[in-house]
């Protein structure tokens, strides 16, 4: 089917990080331009090292950002402190931007629940990252029509994948959305894969983003390994709902380059071919040819922030292995008020056996 809705596409620099538009004044900004660089680089250092502690048993399964950090690096510069932001299992970019610090995701990871009770104040009412697909694009239009009643200029962001546009609850957070013109964007990182099942048969229709358009908003694609074509976009879509003219769906087309997850092989369902021709267009790279076309960037620099963000990286494995382990009864609080009995007993069994087993490591 032809895509007869000749939705906007947009993209500033192209794989080598050659301008193909002509820039805004900010594309040229040394200072906007490295930090967006350095938190890509951040974010890819982070995965490694998450990967690695996985690999190694100390969290439990992790979903790797690989290829796709322009995209959460460009919404956590540009949202604002009073905004919320709604994220699914693939925003460490954007978390830590927002100031979730990084040993919270590893503790959450880890499966130690208190990763999503954030410390840090500005993000205190941020929503922890959701793993259930796409039930949180509901979840944000609910944040969203409290800042409508309240008459707040605040804007809900929510994040999912191409996969999650599939669900009901995508669609119904779409309807509603469009139907009380709520302050909320969605961004769906398009990474052409849901675990096992390609782009391709995921949907019938040509973009996602025109699915936005069904409810009656703005729907439009973007190069999502474009650092600064996503910058432009989410500038504009954030504005737009911040000043009430409504929701805006972006569909940001990037490649996960790496597994699924920690618990998937990605090499049995596709081919090194794809992955290798992806590898050509992913985002730091791009960012970094262009930034060394305008004399911004060189090896010297590259080794030095790379050290830097290594050191920060190291320091946050230190912060979440400095965390004690939550007794095992934690687990069962804030479940009852009243505690029926039978479970009352099973809470003081697992006592129990803690104690014993705390007394037997230290004979
Ligand atoms: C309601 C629900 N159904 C199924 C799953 C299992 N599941 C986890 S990730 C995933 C695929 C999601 O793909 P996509 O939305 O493209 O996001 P991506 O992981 O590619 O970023 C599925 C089906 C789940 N977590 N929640
Ligand atoms: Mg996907």
Not at 59 to 66: K, N, R, V
Not at 236 to 249: F, N, S
């Amino acid at each position: 089917m032809p895509d007869t809705l000749n939705l906007p596409y947009t993209r500033l620099l192209d794989p080598q990080g050659r301008p193909v538009a002509e820039l805004p004044a900010w594309a040229t900004d040394p200072e906007l331009l490295l930090r967006l660089y350095r938190q890509m680089v951040l974010t890819r250092l982070f995965d490694q090292k998450a990967v690695a502690l996985q690999r190694t048993g100390r969290i439990g399964t992790y979903a790797p950002t690989l290829g796709q950090e322009a995209i959460g690096v460009a919404i956590g510069a540009l949202m604002q402190r009073e905004d919320v932001l709604v994220p699914y299992y693939r925003d460490t970019a954007v978390q830590v931007m927002r100031g979730v610090r990084m040993e919270e995701i590893l503790l959450y990871w880890g499966g130690d629940e208190r990763g999503s009770a954030y410390v840090d104040a500005a993000v205190a009412e941020d929503f922890p990252l959701c793993v259930p697909i796409a039930t949180q694009a509901l979840h944000a239009c609910g944040v969203a029509s409290a800042f409508k009643i309240r008459g707040q200029h605040r804007v809900a962001v929510t994040t999912c994948g191409d996969g999650a546009t599939s669900k009901g609850d995508f669609l119904e957070a779409l309807n509603v959305a469009g139907a009380w013109q709520l302050p909320v964007v969605f961004v769906v990182n398009n990474n052409q894969w849901a675990i096992s099942v390609p782009r391709r048969i995921q949907c019938g229709a040509p973009t996602l983003a025109q699915k936005a358009i069904g409810a009656g908003f703005a729907g439009e694609q973007v190069d999502g390994n474009d650092v600064l074509a996503l910058y432009a976009r989410m500038q504009a879509a954030l504005e737009r709902a911040r000043h009430g003219k409504g929701p805006v769906l972006l569909e940001c087309l990037s490649y996960r380059l790496g597994d699924h997850t920690t618990a998937d092989d990605a090499t049995r369902y596709r081919s090194s071919e794809e992955v290798k021709q992806a590898w050509q267009e992913e985002p730091i790279k791009r960012l970094q040819a262009f930034m060394a076309s305008q004399g911004l960037w060189d090896e010297g620099r590259e080794q030095a922030l790379i050290a830097e963000c290594q050191a920060q990286v190291q320091q946050a494995v230190e912060a979440f292995e400095a965390v004690t382990e939550p007794p095992a009864e934690a687990a069962l609080e804030y479940v009852y008020a009243q505690w029926p009995a039978a479970l009352a007993e099973q809470r003081e069994m697992l006592r129990e056996r803690a104690e014993r087993r705390r007394e037997a490591s230290h004979e």
